[in-house]
Structure formats: structure tokens, C-alpha cells
T-cell receptor, first 113, second 113 residues
């Protein structure tokens, strides 16, 4: 089954403790991206990747890092999480390139206290 | 379920009726548009897309209409079912924004049995 898998689904952490949210897709898609979703603000793109070793900032990249060492995986790294990064995060992928997000993961609910 | 927005526009319809969800997009240079469905607790799901060289595109029970003159997009759902209850997002893609998607804030569709 074609899917984007995120882990964990839920995470509560403390300010400053580094964390990684993993994202994996099994469709051999070149394009992957990360979004955060907040009430009243909708979906905002954090980072995207056109292919292996090619990443670029989205609209709200501050406080986040990503890596794309292999095509299927696109982890989101919070080096020093802060409470304003409490949000619902989604990973997405597509075979058609930038701005064509076709498949989304189930989401990761992150709470930073 | 997850809250995806505060004070979203809400459309309430009876089961079996047709639904029309509207969206005004922002940039006349946008040339690709996507409708997504997000059910409570899940990631956005791609429903249907349309390119700017088309006025109408049909899928299974869904039709998207594009009016470039007034920068308006609509999603029509035929014979609405309880499973159609969700938040619906339109998104636009244009080369002027580095091809990143610009997301609407969503419309909540409630289907009454």
C-alpha cells in the first residue's frame, strides 16, 4: 500500500531537548515536504526536498532542520524545541514535484512544555 | 479528533444532497490547483486537481470548477454521504512563489443523516 509513515504520532517533550520526527514513503517519490498545522493559521510549509541531498526552506523554517540522505526518508529535527513549536506536523510526498503534495502522513502531535 | 482550525466556515448539508464548497485564490499567475479533504485525526487527502488550461474536471462524485476571471475555485460533491464530513482545503501553486503551495484556511463540511 502506498503510504507516508510518520513517527511518533504523539510526543510530549521539554524545552531544549533535541528530537527527531521520522518520515518515510514507499512510493519512490523525489519530492517530500514538512508542514505544521495550527488553528487559525492553516498549513504552513517548513522545509521541502526536491531529491536526495537537495533541501530548501519553506515559509517557517526557523528552529527546524531536515536531511535527505536517501530518497525514502525525510526526518524533521528540532535541535532545541520551544513551546511555540507545539503543533501538528505533517510530512508529504509527491511524484510531480514542488507544490503538488499528493500523499500525507497521519501527522505527529508535538507538545513542548 | 484533532482540531484543524478555529471558526472555520461551515457548510451543513443533508445526506444525499449535493455540496458546493467555494474557494477564492489569491494569485492570477497560479496555474495548478488542488482540493484536499482532512478528516478528524488524519492528514490531508488529495481529492482532485485542475490546471489553469481547464475550466472543469470531474472525478468520482466530485467536480472542480475553475473561474480564472474572478479567481474562484469550487468543489462539488454529488450525493453527499456521512463519510464526506471533513475539512476541505483548496491550494494554489504558482511559479511566482517558487512553486510552493498556498493553502486556504479550509471549510468544514457537516453531513446530517
Amino acid at each position: 500500500e502506498a503510504q507516508v509513515t510518520q513517527n511518533p504520532r504523539y510526543l510530549i517533550t521539554v524545552t531544549g531537548k533535541k528530537l527527531t520526527v521520522t518520515c518515510s514513503q514507499n512510493m519512490n517519490h523525489e519530492y517530500m515536504s514538512w508542514y505544521r498545522q495550527d488553528p487559525g493559521l492553516g498549513l504552513r510549509q517548513i522545509y521541502y526536498s526536491m531529491n536526495v541531498e537537495v533541501t530548501d526552506k519553506g515559509d517557517v523554517p526557523e528552529g527546524y532542520k531536515v536531511s535527505r540522505k536517501e530518497k525514502r526518508n525525510f526526518p524533521l529535527i528540532l535541535e532545541s524545541p520551544s513551546p511555540n513549536q507545539t503543533s501538528l506536523y505533517f510530512c508529504a510526498s509527491s511524484f510531480m514535484g514542488t507544490g503538488t503534495e499528493a500523499f500525507f502522513g497521519q501527522g505527529t502531535r508535538l507538545t513542548v512544555v | 479528533g484533532e482540531s484543524v482550525g478555529l471558526h472555520l466556515p461551515t457548510l451543513s448539508v443533508q445526506e444525499g444532497d449535493n455540496s458546493i464548497i467555494n474557494c477564492a485564490y489569491s494569485n492570477s499567475a497560479s496555474d495548478y490547483f488542488i482540493w484536499y479533504k482532512q478528516e478528524s485525526g488524519k492528514g490531508p487527502q488529495f481529492i482532485i486537481d485542475i490546471r489553469s488550461n481547464m475550466d472543469k474536471r470531474q472525478g468520482q462524485r466530485v467536480t472542480v470548477l475553475l473561474n480564472k476571471t474572478v479567481k474562484h475555485l469550487s468543489l462539488q460533491i454529488a450525493a453527499t454521504q456521512p463519510g464526506d464530513s471533513a475539512v476541505y482545503f483548496c491550494a494554489e501553486n504558482n511559479a511566482g512563489n517558487n512553486r510552493k503551495l498556498i493553502w486556504g484556511l479550509g471549510t468544514s463540511l457537516a453531513v446530517n443523516p
